[in-house]
C-alpha cells in the first residue's frame, strides 16, 4: 500500500520560510517523479513544483526563485522549501508520487498517490 505522508505546515508571516517534508512507503521512490500541489479556499488545486527520477525541477511560474524542491532517494522523501512566502501562499499543500516511472508531469493527472495535505498559512 503507497502512503505519502507530509510535515511543516505551519503559520508564518509574509516574508518568512517553511520547509515541507513528505515521506512514501510502499513504493520504490527512486525512479517515480514527485511534485507539490496547492489547494487554497474556493480554487482549484494548482501545481507548485516537481522534481523528476533524475531530479530535474520544474515549477510553476508563481513559485519560482522563492520555492526549491528537492528530494532523498535514500528516505524517500521530498522537501519543499518555500521561502519570501506571500499571503497568497496560503493553501492545503499536497505531495504526490508519479503515475510510471520516469514519468514528470505539472498536471494533477500525472500522479496517483496523494498525501493528505497540510496547510499552510501567510499572514500579512
Known amino acids: 500500500q503507497v502512503q505519502l505522508v507530509e510535515f511543516g505546515g505551519g503559520l508564518v508571516q509574509a516574508g518568512g520560510s517553511l520547509r515541507l517534508s513528505c515521506v512514501v512507503s510502499?513504493?520504490?521512490?527512486?525512479?517515480?517523479?514527485m511534485g507539490w500541489f496547492r489547494q487554497a479556499p474556493g480554487k482549484e488545486r494548482e501545481f507548485v513544483a516537481a522534481i523528476s527520477a533524475t531530479s530535474s525541477t520544474y515549477y510553476a511560474d508563481s513559485v519560482k526563485g522563492r520555492f526549491t524542491i528537492s528530494r532523498d532517494n535514500a528516505k524517500k522523501t521530498v522537501y519543499l522549501q518555500m521561502n519570501t512566502l506571500k499571503p497568497e501562499d496560503t493553501a492545503v499543500y499536497y505531495c504526490?508520487?508519479?503515475?510510471?516511472?520516469?514519468?514528470?508531469?505539472?498536471?494533477?493527472?500525472?500522479?496517483?498517490?496523494w498525501g493528505q495535505g497540510t496547510q499552510v498559512t501567510v499572514s500579512s
Open positions: 504526490a508520487t508519479g503515475s510510471k516511472p520516469y514519468y514528470t508531469s505539472s498536471g494533477a493527472a500525472g500522479y496517483d498517490y
Open positions: 510502499g513504493r520504490t521512490f527512486r525512479t517515480y517523479a
